[in-house]
C-alpha cells in the first residue's frame, strides 16, 4: 500500500488502518453469524461500524447481524445505510438467508 501520494500521507494510512481494522471485525462477526452466535456478533459489527463511521458498507452489514437479536435495531441501521446508498435495499432483496438469516423478517419490516 503506498499513500506517499497523498497530501497528508500520515493520515491516509491511519484512515487505511482504521478501515482495514473494521472490516477485520465485520468479518469475524460475519463468522459468527454463519454460526448462529448473533449476540457475539452484535458487539463487533458495531465496533466495525463505529471504527468506520463514513462506511455505509459496514452500517448496511451491521444492521443484518443485529437483525437476529433486534429486528428494530437491525432495520434501523439497515434504513440509516440505504438513506447513504439506497442500493442496499436491491442487495437486501437479493441476499439469500445463507447471507442474512433474518433478511425476510428485515423486508417484511421494510415493506418490500
Do not use: T
Not at 491516509?12 to 482495514?20: F, M, P, T, V
Not at 452484535?42 to 443484518?64: C, K
Request: proline share 5%; hydrophobic share 50%; glycine share 10%.
Amino acid at each position: 500500500m503506498r499513500v506517499d501520494d497523498h497530501s497528508e500521507p500520515l493520515d491516509e494510512l491511519r484512515r487505511l488502518l482504521g478501515l482495514e481494522r473494521a472490516y477485520a471485525l465485520a468479518m469475524a462477526a460475519d463468522d459468527l453469524v454463519g454460526a448462529g452466535d448473533f449476540d457475539a456478533a452484535v458487539p463487533l459489527y458495531e465496533r466495525a461500524a463505529a471504527l468506520a463511521p463514513e462506511s455505509d458498507e459496514l452500517v448496511f452489514w451491521a444492521g443484518i447481524g443485529l437483525a437476529g437479536s433486534d429486528l428494530e435495531g437491525g432495520v434501523a441501521k439497515i434504513r440509516q445505510a440505504a438513506g447513504i446508498n439506497p442500493n442496499w435495499l436491491i442487495l437486501l432483496d437479493r441476499l439469500s438467508p445463507e447471507f442474512a438469516p433474518a433478511g425476510a423478517e428485515v423486508r417484511r419490516a421494510l415493506g418490500r
